[in-house]
């Protein structure tokens, strides 16, 4: 399910800044990232199954490897885990509210704290 009007889509911003704002509010990179492109999660456990809130972006100047890049942000969604298959994000899923809510408010606080950084285009 993706998040729509987060704020976040299209934001760009310093890659370390980032990087310490998204972990500041629970969501790591731990190996998904590469040369151009960054994925951050945070895992949510709840009654209803294993959930995954993810933040994706890719540089649009430097290399995230080195810590240099300009990052743009893409539109955030949340996904539901089956092991050992993977994420699945489908229209068919279901995402309970108080799920929906929570990833919805960290979302919001990302955003809050970015907007002070972001590099207009």
Same mark, same amino acid.
């Given at each position: ?9 299209? #934001? ?51 290399? #995230? ?44 606080? #990302?955003?809050?704290? #970015? ?7």
């Amino acid at each position: 399910m993706y998040f729509e009007n987060t704020g976040l889509e299209n #934001i760009q911003v310093d890659f370390t800044l980032l990087d310490d704002i998204m972990s500041r509010h629970g969501l790591t990179k731990e190996g998904q990232w590469d040369y151009e492109r960054v994925t951050y999660d945070r895992k949510f456990i709840v009654r209803e199954g294993t959930y995954y809130l993810r933040v994706f972006g890719y540089a649009i100047t430097g290399d #995230i490897d080195a810590g240099d890049a300009v990052v743009k942000l893409m539109k955030p969604v949340v996904g539901k885990h089956y092991y050992p298959h993977g994420v699945e994000y489908g229209e068919n899923e279901h995402f309970p509210e108080h799920l929906v809510k929570s990833c919805a408010e960290v979302l919001k606080a #990302i955003k809050t704290e #970015i907007a002070v950084f972001e590099i207009k285009a």
